[in-house]
């Protein structure tokens, strides 16, 4: 190991999983440059926890109680200054490695950094569709400059006052589905998740399409997922139908079920 390497500040990973034994090898043989891996894991019922430890990780029990409370649970067993968080879906390239333990050794880093997520569906590297360049909550921060809220589902963060935010250039690889069964899953699951965020007095079917079109046409349309052919088209249809789907379930939490 170099005199840098010896030098840079100390980093831990942690990845969120629940029941994800197929994707979680790749995930964290991306992860071998980090001073410690957490595996997060939900109680799943598959060999995701032992594969975890069978890498090395540590595996800790959280029960769900939505993403967001997830992941500050998560954090919050991570042993170093520097957390850099990864999902089972994703794979951290080694352009990304390089890039953040760069970071770790230079004098002046910022406290937290969004990086980018190149998405591969259905065979193909997503251009457009609002799926590249994508980021979600930074990636790589100081523990002590950043949280989670506690949205279920889609996630937002907080950075502490006079908190610095930077962005990484390279770009972390993300498999969102592996199967057509998968997005189905994915689709259910969020859509209710989703449906306990909104809180609009009066909702009826109209208002379910209203939004699913709405959802179809920025994909589709404005964020050009026409020019990503079929894959394009996929995207778009999935965001109708899990948007209207979790319009539905909210309709169905008001009304207290439907008999």
């Known amino acids: 190991m170099s005199d840098r390497a010896l030098q840079r500040r100390k980093v831990s990973a942690y990845v969120i999983a629940y029941n994800e034994a197929e994707k979680l090898p790749a995930t964290l043989a991306g992860l071998s440059w980090a001073d410690e891996v957490i595996v997060a894991d939900s109680y799943s019922t598959d060999e995701t926890a032992s594969i975890a430890q069978a890498h090395g990780a540590k595996v800790v029990q959280i029960s769900f109680a939505g993403f967001g409370a997830l992941r500050n649970e998560a954090v919050s067993h991570c042993a170093h200054e520097w957390v850099f968080s990864l999902d089972s879906d994703e794979r951290c390239s080694p352009e990304v490695a ?66 610095s935010l930077g962005r990484l250039h390279n770009a972390i690889w ?49 964020k050009f997922g026409f020019l990503d052919g079929a894959p394009g088209f ?18 169905e939490l008001r009304a207290g079920g439907w008999k």
């Open 234 to 251: 996929v995207i778009a249809f999935g965001n109708f139908e899990g948007t209207f789907y979790k319009y539905l379930k909210a309709m």
């Open 98 to 163: 390089r890039e953040v333990l760069d970071i770790l050794a230079s004098e002046s880093p910022c406290d937290a950094y969004l990086i980018p997520r190149r998405n591969r569906f259905m065979g193909r590297w997503i251009q457009h569709s609002g799926w590249y360049p994508n980021f979600r909550q930074p990636q790589l921060f100081r523990r002590d400059a950043m949280q989670y809220d506690n949205l279920p589902v889609h996630e937002g963060y907080v950075l502490v006052q006079g908190a």
């Open 174 to 222: 993300q498999i969102p589905f592996g199967h057509v069964a998968e997005v189905l899953r994915k689709a259910d699951r969020y859509s209710s998740l989703g449906a306990t965020k909104i809180e609009w007095p009066k909702i009826t079917i109209w208002t379910a399409l209203r939004h699913a079109t709405w959802a179809f046409m920025k994909h589709y349309v404005f």
